[in-house]
């Protein structure tokens, strides 16, 4: 992707050798300087380091917040970007559901933290828009490729550190230190204290907790109708309502309340008020309908299901649920051994095999689940979703994991169109 800066010697700038030329010069980075001869076999016009050219993308025209963790970031930052909005300021996210700005879509879903190209363009956007934040999700990849190089943080948060993507980290004390890598330097950070595999250098540490002494706890909670507390900063004292359901959603909110706290000059009270304009994301802990209730959700690893499915246990629950190919192969039997124990009932389906063979995917699962008698097996999703729909009585809930407001089903290389929240609507007859 070449991108036009003006009134430079150049024309162009590209992360790509192969779209160097006269009037093109070639960004190198980390991730592309296996290619640097490439580039120049392209005639690259020059070639010009990242941190050379951030200025001319205004990074140090707009605050940064980076979100890491294995889950949260999108509930986080989506939080943090609506407080910032309802108070008034002019703000971007980018994410996992795409990028964002002053309410609205800029971008649809690439990857939770593009190239570093793609997210200095975005910040160019966002400061071109007139915003003041961009708050971005920072994935693990894009830790160890160094897609955020050159971006100096406002401010760095860590929601939590479980099991995910150990297909490419190898293993879990690997993954660790890399959530862990972000958060060295001395930059202002927010550490979720109760947090157990968090390391951090304590220079500009601030921490949020429940469980734990923080700078800011949580007093008091509820998780009747929604979730309300009572956030403790000192000697401030504040209360706070929230659509959210769940008790992990309550960590979510006193990560969001802390971190505007932080990074703006509102009092904990002004922030508290606009807590519970606060929707929550599509796709996460979604209802699509309430009778029959069918909740739909993106928990895809063994401790975000463990979260929903604890979140929902004063119901009977029919989990549907799959595990993405390509992915992380050792969470599986972990997600087959939650669901099993949480759930009445269980369908294993398929979600998004890409390359791999959807049997050996629920194989993998099944390993994980000792007594099957509630355990059912259906490859087709849609059939899948069918079934549980057909089998649930009255006062049980049917929990549909995995992808949230995924609108594909990824087969191979190929995206078809599936929705689980439109199947249910479909299957259902709603409008
Ligand atoms: C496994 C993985 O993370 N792959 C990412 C990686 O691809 P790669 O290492 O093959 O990169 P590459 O194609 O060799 O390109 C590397 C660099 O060299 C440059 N290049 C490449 C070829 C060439 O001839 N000349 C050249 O200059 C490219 O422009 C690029 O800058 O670097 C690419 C450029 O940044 C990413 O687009 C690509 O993400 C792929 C598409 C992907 O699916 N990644 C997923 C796994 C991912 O990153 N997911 C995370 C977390 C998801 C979550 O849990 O939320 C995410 O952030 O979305
Ligand atoms: N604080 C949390 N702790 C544990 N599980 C959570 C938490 N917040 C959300 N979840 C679960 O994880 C799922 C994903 O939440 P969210 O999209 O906010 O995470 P994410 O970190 O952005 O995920 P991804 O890395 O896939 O983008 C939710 O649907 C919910 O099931
Ligand atoms: N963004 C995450 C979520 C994947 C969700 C699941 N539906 C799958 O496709 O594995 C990832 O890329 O690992
Ligand atoms: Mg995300």
Do not use: W
């Not at 759930?343 to 629920?362: G, L």
């Amino acid at each position: 992707m070449k991108i036009e800066l003006p009134d430079q010697a150049y024309k162009y700038v590209t992360e790509n050798s192969g779209e160097c030329d006269e009037e093109t010069a070639f960004v190198l980075t980390h991730q592309n300087r296996a290619y640097l001869e490439d580039a120049k076999q392209h005639n690259a016009h020059s070639i010009i380091k990242i941190e050379d050219i951030a200025e001319l993308f205004g990074v140090n025209k707009i605050k940064i917040i980076g979100i890491t963790g294995t889950n949260g970031k999108t509930t986080t930052a989506s939080a943090i970007y609506s407080f910032l909005l309802d108070l008034g300021y002019k703000a971007a996210l980018q994410g996992t559901r795409g990028l964002f700005m002053n309410d609205e879509v800029c971008e649809g879903k690439t990857l939770t933290t593009p190239s570093v190209l793609n997210t200095y363009k975005h910040i160019y956007q966002a400061v071109c828009a007139g915003c003041e934040y961009f708050i971005m999700e920072v994935s693990s990849h894009a830790l160890v490729q160094r897609r955020i190089e050159g971006l100096k943080f406002e401010l760095k948060i860590l929601t939590n550190i479980t099991q995910d993507h150990l297909d490419y980290h190898k293993t879990i004390e690997e993954y660790i230190a890399v959530k862990n890598g972000f958060f060295q330097d001395e930059s202002k950070k927010l550490i979720n204290k109760d947090e157990p595999k968090a390391a951090f250098n304590f220079k500009n540490a601030y921490t949020y907790g429940i469980e734990n002494p923080a700078t800011y706890r949580l007093m008091a909670y509820s998780l009747n109708e929604g979730s309300s507390g009572i956030i403790q900063h000192f000697q401030e004292i504040v209360p706070f309502t929230a659509s959210l359901h769940g008790f992990f959603n309550l960590y979510n909110l006193m990560a969001a309340i802390a971190a505007t706290h932080l990074i703006t000059d509102k009092t904990l009270e002004e922030i508290a008020d606009v807590v519970d304009n606060f929707a929550g994301v599509s796709g996460r802990m979604e209802q699509v309908c309430a009778a029959p209730n069918v909740i739909v959700d993106f928990a895809h690893t063994p401790d975000g299901m463990q979260q929903v499915l604890n979140a929902l246990k004063e119901k009977e629950l029919i989990v549907v649920f799959g595990a993405g190919g390509d992915r992380d192969r050792l969470k599986r039997p972990i997600m087959g051994r939650v669901a099993a124990s949480l759930a009445k009932k269980v369908i294993v389906t398929s979600d998004n095999p890409r390359h791999e063979d959807p049997e050996i995917i629920i194989d993998d699962i099944l390993e994980g689940i000792q007594d099957k008698t509630n355990i059912i097996v259906e490859l087709n999703r849609k059939k899948a979703i069918q079934m549980a729909l057909d089998m649930q009585e009255d006062e049980e809930v049917v929990v549909i994991l995995g992808k949230g407001d995924e609108a594909y089903q990824v087969i191979y290389d190929e995206k078809f169109a599936f929705d689980d929240r439109e199947v249910v609507k479909e299957l259902l007859n709603l409008s």
